[in-house]
């Protein structure tokens, strides 16, 4: 299985390798106020690839932290259930899902 991986990430590699050395060409970007910008399309695609990456990461980051939250307040609510139960930390209520 580890053997089939690197070769699949080798094919990979070598596809990618490929795509950059035939995307080589120069591409000039123009921004606002006569401002440009010229580099390779690879470089241009791997940097919008990436600021897109981002953009979705923060876009989950806002329930990524409410989940944490919810979880933390739940690990409390059950401490204190058990608290008031007289089960000890080694012992603990089943909880059944609901």
């Known amino acids: 299985m580890r053997y089939l991986t690197w ?21 000039v970007l123009r921004y606002f106020f006569g401002y440009e910008w010229q580099s390779s399309l690879v470089v241009v695609l791997l940097l919008f690839f990436a600021v897109g990456v981002g953009v979705g990461m923060l876009a989950v980051l806002g329930n990524i ?14 401490r204190l259930k058990n608290k008031l139960a007289g089960v000890g930390e080694t012992q603990q209520i089943p909880i059944q899902p609901s």
Request: hydrophobic fraction near 55%.
């Open 7 to 27: 070769l699949l990430r080798a094919i990979l590699f070598l596809m990618l390798l490929g795509f950059a050395v035939k995307n080589d060409q120069p591409v």
């Open 65 to 78: 932290f409410r989940q944490r939250r919810e979880i933390a307040v739940l690990k409390r609510e059950l």
